[in-house]
């Protein structure tokens, strides 16, 4: 998924070029995820494909605070997996983690991740103009919130 410009369309990073890239990230991800870093999940449909991953891109402890992240294969958008998911995530970090707040970090451009935001309750906290610069031109960043309340 890391190499489909589709999917990294509203995200300023690369895509992945090489099988070596792909395994350094698998790599970093579980010593993160084993060092309570993050969360990573992978998402599998019921035919047992692998059509996804999501989770927590960070977790702040002492602020009992977590950000919020996901991708999906393309050959799966809109078909509501993203939509689940979303919610589990969301549900997971209130319920089971106790946290305070869960936060997303999206492209203002990318209506729907947007959506998916706003369906389990984030609202629009911040909006970030010219926030980073990538492929040669500057990105704004939205920041949504979901305090769970």
């Not at 790599?27 to 993050?38: F, G, L, M, R, T």
């Not at 602020?63 to 992240?69: L, P, Q």
Request: aromatic share 12%; charged share 25%.
């Amino acid at each position: 998924m890391r190499n489909n410009g589709r999917i990294n369309e509203f995200i300023p990073r690369p895509n992945m070029q090489t099988l070596q890239q792909a395994e350094e990230l698998i790599d970093k991800v579980n010593d993160n995820n084993n060092n309570k870093q993050v969360i990573a999940w992978a998402v599998f449909n019921r035919e047992n494909e692998l059509i996804g991953t999501c989770g927590f891109n960070s977790i702040e402890v002492q602020n009992s605070r977590a950000e919020i992240g996901s991708e999906m294969d393309i050959r799966f958008w809109g078909r509501r997996y993203a939509v689940e998911a979303v919610a589990a995530i969301v549900n997971y970090g209130l319920n089971e983690m106790q946290l305070h707040t869960i936060e997303a970090k999206v492209s203002p451009d990318n209506k729907s991740a947007i959506y998916l935001l706003e369906h389990p309750g984030f609202v629009k906290e911040a909006h970030y103009k010219d926030r980073g610069y990538f492929d040669n031109r500057f990105w704004d960043l939205a920041v949504y919130t979901n305090f769970g309340a």
